[in-house]
């Protein structure tokens, strides 16, 4: 099992760990398991961070990180030298990439309150994705919102400069802790639950990395709004 050091400090630019798996493939191209890793896996509508792990006697290059069952697993390049299961090692991300996810992903939530506030009503998301090149959000909804509505809306809150706080509650606690969160049907059963609340805004379930304050953004920009056969497609982006 690795300790996702990045579901508690989504600043952490890098940190020290052990190998604890290696599987080599063709082409200099490897699996690296960690005991802890600060690399955020696909999941969740936010794409894989990147980076290097490396020693004094090896760099590995991580294109991908994936979770399988409790392990992040660790795909990429060897640029030099062997891993070796037992070696410590220090790992890096691409802050600018990591960063710019943050702000897209709570930007998408900021994004469901904002439609929820034009709809009067919970939105349900059928998909998403929080990351270059193109962020959205597909929305279930047959009748699109408009443009300069939702960017305000959004906009406010960003320009409020309010909390973005994380924390851990076990199950009895969830509906306890949770406002304003369209998807809580389709959670799966946990002991316990990480929820990112924008204070005032809303308050939800999410594995995902977020900035601590929403005037970190900058502003959200949306970039089109389309019908799609599941809903309405929201494409954003932040600057």
């Given at each position: 099992?690795?300790?996702?050091?990045?579901?508690?400090?989504?600043?952490?630019?890098?940190?020290?760990?052990?190998?604890?798996?290696?599987?080599?493939?063709?082409?200099?191209?490897?699996?690296?398991?960690?005991?802890?890793?600060?690399?955020?896996?696909?999941?969740?509508?936010?794409?894989?961070?990147?980076?290097?792990?490396?020693?004094?006697?090896?760099?590995?290059?991580?294109?991908?990180?994936?979770?399988?069952?409790?392990?992040?697993?660790?795909?990429?390049?060897?640029?030099?030298?062997?891993?070796?299961?037992?070696?410590?090692?220090?790992?890096?991300?691409?802050?600018?990439?990591?960063?710019?996810?943050?702000?897209?992903?709570?930007?998408?939530?900021?994004?469901?309150?904002?439609?929820?506030?034009?709809?009067?009503?919970?939105?349900?998301?059928?998909?998403?994705y929080h990351g270059p090149p193109?962020?959205?959000?597909?929305?279930?909804?047959?009748?699109?919102?408009?443009?300069?509505?939702?960017?305000?809306?959004?906009?406010?809150?960003?320009?409020?400069?309010?909390?973005?706080?994380?924390k851990f509650v076990p199950r009895?606690?969830?509906?306890?802790?949770?406002?304003?969160?369209?998807?809580?049907?389709?959670?799966?059963?946990?002991?316990?639950?990480?929820?990112?609340?924008?204070?005032?805004?809303?308050?939800?379930?999410?594995?995902?990395?977020?900035?601590?304050?929403?005037?970190?953004?900058?502003?959200?920009?949306?970039?089109?709004?389309?019908?799609?056969?599941?809903?309405?497609?929201?494409?954003?982006?932040?600057?």
């Open positions: 099992m690795t300790e996702e050091l990045f579901l508690k400090d989504a600043y952490l630019k890098e940190c020290e760990a052990k190998i604890t798996g290696v599987e080599l493939l063709k082409g200099s191209k490897a699996y690296i398991e960690l005991d802890r890793t600060i690399f955020h896996p696909l999941s969740g509508g936010q794409p894989s961070d990147e980076g290097t792990i490396s020693s004094e006697s090896m760099t590995f290059r991580v294109k991908k990180a994936i979770r399988q069952n409790k392990q992040i697993r660790h795909w990429g390049k060897i640029e030099a030298g062997e891993p070796q299961v037992g070696d410590t090692v220090k790992c890096v991300i691409d802050w600018e990439k990591r960063y710019l996810v943050m702000k897209l992903h709570t930007a998408g939530h900021i994004l469901d309150y904002a439609m929820m506030k034009i709809y009067g009503k919970l939105v349900e998301t059928v998909d998403a193109e962020a959205y959000l597909v929305y279930k909804v047959s009748q699109p919102p408009e443009t300069s509505q939702l960017e305000s809306i959004a906009n406010e809150v960003v320009d409020a400069g309010i909390n973005v706080v994380v009895d606690m969830l509906e306890k802790v949770t406002y304003n969160a369209p998807n809580l049907s389709r959670l799966p059963l946990l002991g316990e639950y990480r929820i990112v609340e924008i204070e005032g805004i809303n308050s939800m379930p999410c594995s995902g990395t977020h900035v601590k304050n929403t005037r970190e953004i900058g502003h959200i920009k949306i970039l089109g709004i389309t019908n799609e056969i599941e809903g309405v497609k929201v494409k954003y982006s932040v600057y």
